[in-house]
């Protein structure tokens, strides 16, 4: 009977212990990158939650973008608007997302646009010629346009040259990720959209890309596959 108590004592000092770490380390993420003033200026562009914890994290304006992803999901965070900012690198984490949401430069003209799923290439050049500045014809000729797909080939790692199989209507078909984008404004250009939406295709794939390396199969020949089971 000792020797189970002293088992469980044991048991409750790892458990308090390795919770007490666990604190420690989540609030260190929270703190600020620095004790000195440093003021960063920033453009947020917009785009999803974890795209803008990316802009932060590259700045050098928080720790640990993981950190910063679970910590606006604790806390409700939904609202950070796209704009200009001036912040400091002695801003705590919560500090930098209250400023994001108040919107201290507030742009009035920023914009979201929502692309369902299931829709394919023509159909979103549809929603952006509705919600923004750009047409139709101006999407499409980019989505044809075959040095611009080259160019994206060799900026993301899941676009092969398979994506350019004349049997495809457009490259692009199947990898632009359905989501709520923000942007600053209408003007924004068609490349910005399409590159933010291929960002978060990127960031979805991300955990997936060793299973994927390993697995006999493309990225283009795992998506095709989904579009024909769903």
């Given at each position: 009977?000792?020797?189970?108590?002293?088992?469980?004592?044991?048991?409750?000092?790892?458990?308090?212990?390795?919770?007490?770490?666990?604190?420690?380390?989540?609030?260190?993420?929270?703190?600020?990158?620095?004790?000195?003033?440093?003021?960063?200026?920033?453009?947020?562009?917009?785009?999803?939650?974890?795209?803008?914890?990316?802009?932060?994290?590259?700045?050098?304006?928080?720790?640990?973008?993981?950190?910063?992803?679970?910590?606006?999901?604790?806390?409700?965070?939904?609202?950070?608007?796209?704009?200009?900012?001036?912040?400091?690198?002695?801003?705590?984490?919560?500090?930098?997302?209250?400023?994001?949401?108040?919107?201290?430069?507030?742009?009035?003209?920023?914009?979201?646009?929502?692309?369902?799923e299931g829709l394919n290439i023509r159909k979103i050049a549809r929603v952006v010629e509705e919600e923004t500045n750009n047409?139709?014809?101006?999407?499409?000729?980019?989505?044809?346009?075959?040095?611009?797909?080259?160019?994206?080939?060799?900026?993301?790692?899941?676009?092969?040259?398979?994506?350019?199989?004349?049997?495809?209507?457009?490259?692009?078909?199947?990898?632009?990720?359905?989501?709520?984008?923000?942007?600053?404004?209408?003007?924004?250009?068609?490349?910005?959209?399409?590159?933010?939406?291929?960002?978060?295709?990127?960031e979805q794939l991300e955990v997936y890309k060793k299973k994927i390396e390993d697995s006999k199969y493309s990225v283009h020949?795992?998506?095709t596959l989904a579009s024909i089971v769903e």
């Amino acid at each position: 009977a000792l020797y189970r108590y002293k088992i469980i004592i044991i048991i409750l000092v790892i458990l308090v212990v390795s919770l007490f770490l666990v604190g420690f380390y989540y609030n260190y993420q929270l703190s600020p990158m620095s004790k000195d003033s440093e003021k960063v200026v920033v453009e947020i562009k917009g785009g999803t939650i974890s795209s803008i914890g990316d802009t932060l994290y590259e700045n050098k304006l928080i720790r640990n973008k993981l950190i910063f992803d679970i910590y606006v999901k604790l806390n409700g965070v939904n609202n950070l608007k796209a704009s200009t900012y001036e912040l400091n690198k002695n801003m705590k984490l919560s500090e930098i997302i209250e400023v994001l949401e108040e919107g201290n430069s507030y742009n009035p003209d920023q914009i979201t646009i929502t692309f369902r799923e299931g829709l394919n290439i023509r159909k979103i050049a549809r929603v952006v010629e509705e919600e923004t500045n750009n047409t139709y014809d101006e999407f499409m000729a980019l989505m044809e346009d075959n040095s611009y797909i080259d160019s994206l080939i060799g900026k993301y790692w899941f676009l092969t040259d398979d994506i350019k199989d004349t049997k495809i209507y457009y490259p692009l078909e199947g990898y632009l990720f359905p989501e709520t984008y923000a942007f600053l404004n209408k003007d924004v250009s068609v490349k910005d959209i399409v590159e933010t939406m291929l960002d978060e295709t990127s960031e979805q794939l991300e955990v997936y890309k060793k299973k994927i390396e390993d697995s006999k199969y493309s990225v283009h020949q795992i998506l095709t596959l989904a579009s024909i089971v769903e």
